[in-house]
């Protein structure tokens, strides 16, 4: 009897520590399904804020210089979306792309379907593109991707013919991911080829009926969420042509607006409150410079700002607990 029960008592332990142990794999391949599995997520931080004059810039989608075209889904061929949507702490508006990384639909000779994705987005009216010389867009994503942008006319005035032109897509690895990429590309760039064995098309100036995203004649590597912003064209001189990286960390982190932080701006005066009181408040320029400085132990507070240029400035409010807050106004 004596055995016996020694017998299931060993037993009985070996299957704890095999539970145990099969328990404790389980929960590692668990926590590491569950971080290899990682969906590209809303922007973290804030793109940079646009400074080329207003009369040198016609926007398509931006919040600085303001909507001067209507945008719709026209909801024919690409499997993939877009959306509005905005960056994480709600500071500016950005077009989302969904499914970039999806099979598109198959055709004739191509029964599997491809991978390269596309996204269109019709404008209302057409972009007239011939008075200006580049096209700027901010692009962000959580993995790498290649990223193509171009536009499509419904005729070519010498032709008659539909034309899609590209620019040159920016290839994988080329983007760090996580972070906001700005881009200055040349009007001249963009051009089409079908295939090797006909003659490069050059963008004619005609006026845009759609901007696309993605497609091509080669197979490129989306990401399955892509956000862009700040899409306009400008004449002036370009500051990214070949792409730049922008730093969560330029002057200022923008956060979340807590307390009920508010700022209002007339010619001469910025006024701020919040729920809180604020311990010190500062202006910051579009370069991340301090224009402005005030300490204060009130829930309000005025400033003068009279000697300020108008443009974009980030207003940054410090509450007595360390907490910040920040947003953009406009002077």
């Known amino acids: 009897m004596r055995e ?21 794999i389980g929960l590692v391949a668990a926590l590491v399904c569950s971080a290899a599995v990682v969906n590209a997520g809303q922007p973290t931080y804030a793109p940079p804020v646009p ?74 009216p057409n972009v007239d593109t011939k008075s200006y010389t580049y096209l700027h867009v901010d692009v962000y994503c ?32 080329s983007m760090e991911p996580g972070k906001w990429y700005s881009i200055d590309i040349p009007l ?17 100036g005609a006026a845009a009926a759609l901007l696309r995203i993605g497609n091509g004649p080669e197979l490129f590597d989306y990401a399955g969420e892509i956000y862009a912003t700040n899409i306009y064209l400008f004449n002036g001189e370009p500051k990214c042509l070949e792409g730049k990286i922008i730093e969560p960390e330029t002057g200022i ?18 006024s701020c409150r919040a729920d809180e009181s604020i311990k010190a ?18 829930a309000t507070a005025s400033i003068d700002i009279a000697d300020l240029t108008s443009g974009i400035y980030v207003v940054a409010a410090e509450f007595a607990n360390g907490q910040k807050s920040s947003l953009k106004i406009k002077k």
């Open 4 to 24: 016996f029960i020694i017998t299931n008592l060993i037993i009985n332990i070996s299957k704890l520590v095999i539970m145990k142990t099969f328990t404790k």
């Open 51 to 124: 400074d080329y004059p207003a009369e040198d810039v016609t926007p398509i989608f931006c919040d600085v210089y303001g909507e001067a075209y209507e945008l719709s889904d026209p909801k024919w061929g690409a499997v993939s979306r877009w959306d509005y949507s905005s960056t994480a702490d709600g500071s500016t508006g950005a077009l989302a792309f969904y499914g970039m990384d999806k099979k598109g639909p198959t055709e004739e000779g191509d029964p599997e379907g491809t991978y390269y994705e596309w996204s269109a987005i019709q404008f209302a």
């Open 142 to 173: 959580d993995e790498e991707t290649d990223f193509r942008i171009g536009f499509q006319t419904f005729y070519v005035p010498s032709t008659g013919a539909q034309l899609e032109c590209y620019f040159p897509a920016i290839e994988r690895e």
């Open 188 to 204: 001249t760039e963009l051009k089409y080829t079908q295939a090797e064995n006909e003659p490069t098309l050059n963008w004619e």
């Open 253 to 270: 982190s923008i956060v979340n607006n807590n307390y009920g932080f508010k700022a209002f701006a007339t010619e001469n005066t910025l």
């Open 281 to 298: 408040i500062q202006v910051y320029n579009v370069t991340g410079q301090v224009v402005k400085s005030v300490a204060t132990e009130s």
